[in-house]
Nanobody
Framework: QVQLVESGGGLVQPGGSLRLSCAAS????????MGWYRQAPGKQRELAAT???????NYADSVKGRFTISRENAKNTVYLQMNSLKLEDTAVYYCNVWVGFRGYWGQGTQVTVSS
């Protein structure tokens, strides 16, 4: 079993920054792709950013140039640096991690952008 612990969410003003972290623990042999997804109220969960074990990146168009995903394989941790936050970035952010052929989700962390 794999456990994911997310941290770093909170309330921030438009234009501000936040950094999310997600640490994986448990029965981990080798972590593959890692990513962040988000779900705004009344909307479906959507991709924000992903990173492969080798470091290849993928971003949603809505966050390109503002968000940066990174990972530390030695710590089984993935990060999401969010800059220039907008009102529409308000959502619950979920960490996603693949171990073998199985994907795991974190519990979610709330990010609220409000003036």
């Amino acid at each position: 079993q794999v456990q994911l612990v997310e941290s770093g969410g909170g309330l921030v003003q438009p234009g501000g920054s936040l950094r999310l972290s997600c640490a994986a623990s448990g029965s981990i042999s080798r972590i593959g792709d890692m990513g962040w997804y988000r779900q705004a109220p009344g909307k479906q969960r959507e991709l924000a950013a992903t990173i492969t074990r080798g470091g290849s990146l993928n971003y949603a168009d809505s966050v390109k140039g503002r968000f940066t995903i990174s990972r530390e394989n030695a710590k089984n941790t993935v990060y999401l640096q969010m800059n220039s936050l907008k009102l529409e970035d308000t959502a619950v952010y979920y960490c996603n991690v693949w171990v073998g052929f199985r994907g795991y989700w974190g519990q979610g962390t709330q990010v609220t952008v409000s003036s």
